[in-house]
């Protein structure tokens, strides 16, 4: 089983639709979780990180279930500007190294 | 201005020539970490280091070498470059002391082997 799998679309949807993203992983050690946006050919950049409570930042809601070992990420009102990658990234543990996902692409049409 | 550099941006060589891609953070970073991007794969970890003189594989360091002398610095050498190093390489740092800290991404470097 990989260690952190994501759906790599395309998702492809309308400007103002709501759009939801899972990503699972199998190490139930993991202790923290993260989502990056990465845009063509440009460096990831965090997006935000994952709390076991939820979180939200704007238009961006992040959930971690930790019985079930998935997080996702809800964007709502999307935007043209939201075409990206999304990539899901899981900590193990305090000092060791991220783990990636291969990423969900979003395509934001008008 | 936080950040991570990397050089070159853009690299095109030969099989056999010897290369040096520079990274370099102004975050006083403990953990630095070199990965390779290529389609359909997703991101994967090169070499890491935990601090000053310490160095460890991840998951394809074949074919690579890396020095950490200095904390700021972490370049990644190609020693005898093939073909199947063609790829968009990005270096990455983050604290260590602050345990739940991500990790910032360099502008990458594109490098393509003939």
């Known amino acids: 089983r990989k260690e952190v799998e994501q759906d790599p679309g395309p998702f492809n949807v309308p400007e103002g639709a709501t759009v939801a993203f899972n990503c699972t992983y199998s190490?139930?050690?993991?202790?923290?979780f993260f989502w990056y946006r990465q845009d063509c050919r440009k460096e990831p950049k965090l997006l935000m990180s994952?709390?076991?409570s939820g979180n939200e930042d704007g238009r961006f809601t992040a959930q971690l279930n930790r019985a079930s070992q998935y997080i996702s990420l809800l964007i709502r009102d999307s935007k043209l500007s939201d075409s990206a990658t999304y990539l899901c990234?899981?900590?193990?543990?305090?000092?060791?190294?991220?783990?990636f996902g291969k990423g969900t692409m979003l395509l934001v049409s008008p | 201005e936080a950040q991570v550099t990397q050089n070159p941006r853009y690299l095109i060589t030969v099989t056999g020539k010897k290369l040096t891609v520079t990274c370099s953070q102004n975050m006083n970073h403990e953990y630095m970490s070199w990965y390779r991007q290529d389609p359909g794969l997703g991101l994967r970890q090169i070499y890491y280091s935990m601090n000053v003189e310490v160095t460890d594989k991840g998951d394809v360091p074949e074919g690579y070498k890396v020095s950490r002398k200095e904390k700021r610095n972490f370049p990644l050498i190609l020693e005898s470059p093939s073909p199947n190093q063609t790829s968009l390489y990005f270096c990455a740092s983050s604290s260590l002391i602050r345990s739940g800290d991500t990790q910032y991404f360099g502008p990458g470097t594109r490098l393509t082997v003939l």
């Open positions: 990234v899981v900590k193990p543990s305090g000092y060791s190294t991220l783990t």
């Open positions: 994952v709390y076991s």
């Open positions: 190490n139930s050690a993991s202790q923290s």
